[in-house]
């Protein structure tokens, strides 16, 4: 059965430089949510998004934007990339009805150095 | 907001034990998750189980909704079972999800 999938797996980035990570949710979710995970940590909700519309916020600093095109994958932009922001990034989907429960992808892991 | 608690934080079991891994959440809530991140980073769904008792293979899980807490049980452990277990829960139809700190299982040989 097709996955959550995201690009790139890994990624080493520099202070003060930008990132973009992908997803692109199971075929036939309309709802994408964007997590951060630091080292040792639980994931942590970051921003949501149905029907490519902003459905939810969480605590994603003002540095990051992200959208939802219209063929439903999702993109997370990262700027001034800060020593901080190295973390697991993961993309979740579900139909937004959440009757199946959330599917998450294998994430991204950011480095910034 | 909710308060998702995971008890309890780390275990250390010999290959072949059985256990047992305790969610308690502070409000109702509409859907239930529990996940397992292998030591890659992946985060495996296990179960979703907002009510009621599902098992696969050597895991089962029970979630007693009245009372607000969920159990996950892992029978004769092996090795490939280390790692962390997150619950996981959504307090309103299709919104985020608010994990616990997760318990951290290693299964020794």
């Known amino acids: 059965a097709a996955g959550v999938i995201q690009s790139p797996r890994h990624l080493i980035k520099e202070k003060r430089e930008t990132a973009t990570l992908k997803c692109y949710p199971i075929p036939r979710h309309d709802t994408v949510y964007w997590y951060q995970q630091g080292p040792g940590q639980d994931p942590q909700f970051l921003i949501s998004f149905y029907e490519k519309m902003q459905s939810d916020k969480g605590s994603i600093p003002d540095r990051f934007s992200a959208q939802q095109f219209s063929d439903y994958h999702s993109e997370l932009n990262m700027s001034s990339l800060e020593l901080g922001d190295s973390a697991l990034y993961f993309c979740a989907s579900s139909n937004g009805q959440g009757v199946y429960g959330y599917t998450f992808g294998s994430g991204t892991r950011l480095t910034v150095v | 907001g909710i308060q998702v608690e995971q008890s309890p934080p780390d275990l250390i079991l010999q290959e072949g034990a059985n256990s047992t891994l305790r969610c308690n959440f502070s409000d109702s809530v509409n859907n239930l998750q529990w996940f397992h991140q292998n030591p890659w980073g992946q985060l495996i769904n296990l179960f979703y189980?907002?009510?009621g008792t599902k098992q696969n293979g050597r895991l089962s899980a029970t979630t007693v909704a009245t009372e607000r807490y969920s159990l996950l049980y892992i029978s004769s452990s092996q090795t490939t079972d280390s790692g962390v277990y997150f619950c996981a829960v959504e307090r309103n139809q299709g919104g985020k999800l608010i994990f616990g700190q997760g318990t951290e299982l290693s299964v020794k040989p």
């Open positions: 189980i907002p009510s």
